[in-house]
Nanobody
Framework: QVQLVESGGGLVQAGGSLRLSCAAS????????MAWFRQAPGKEREFVAV???????YYADSVKGRFTISRDNAKNMGYLQMNSLKPEDTDIYYC???????????????????WGQGTQVTVSS
């Protein structure tokens, strides 16, 4: 089993930056794809970004060019660098991992096995 803990959320002005971290415990983290999803109250959890075990990345159109996902397998850590933040980026952000994920379906929540508790990101105007 893998446990995930997100950190780095907070309040930031529009146009500012935040870096979210995802600390993973458990074996074989390097074999898991790691993703970030986000969810606003009353809405579905939506895909943000994913990085495969081999380092390939995919981004939601809404964040492409602004967010960067990365990982450090030696430290069992994942990151989401968020730049040029907009008020519509205000959400709870969740880290997730999936082993054996079919990367053709990286955007599907069902492909991920473990989830963190989330960290709140609030972007003010």
């Amino acid at each position: 089993q893998v446990q995930l803990v997100e950190s780095g959320g907070g309040l930031v002005q529009a146009g500012g930056s935040l870096r979210l971290s995802c600390a993973a415990s458990g074996r074989a983290f390097n074999l898991y794809a790691m993703a970030w999803f986000r969810q606003a109250p009353g809405k579905e959890r939506e895909f943000v970004a994913v990085i495969s075990w081999s380092g390939g990345t995919y981004y939601a159109d809404s964040v492409k060019g602004r967010f960067t996902i990365s990982r450090d397998n030696a430290k069992n850590m994942g990151y989401l660098q968020m730049n040029s933040l907009k008020p519509e980026d205000t959400d709870i952000y969740y880290c997730a991992v999936g082993r054996g994920l079919d990367m053709r379906y990286y955007y599907r929540r069902s492909g991920y096995d473990y989830w963190g508790q989330g960290t709140q990101v609030t972007v003010s105007s």
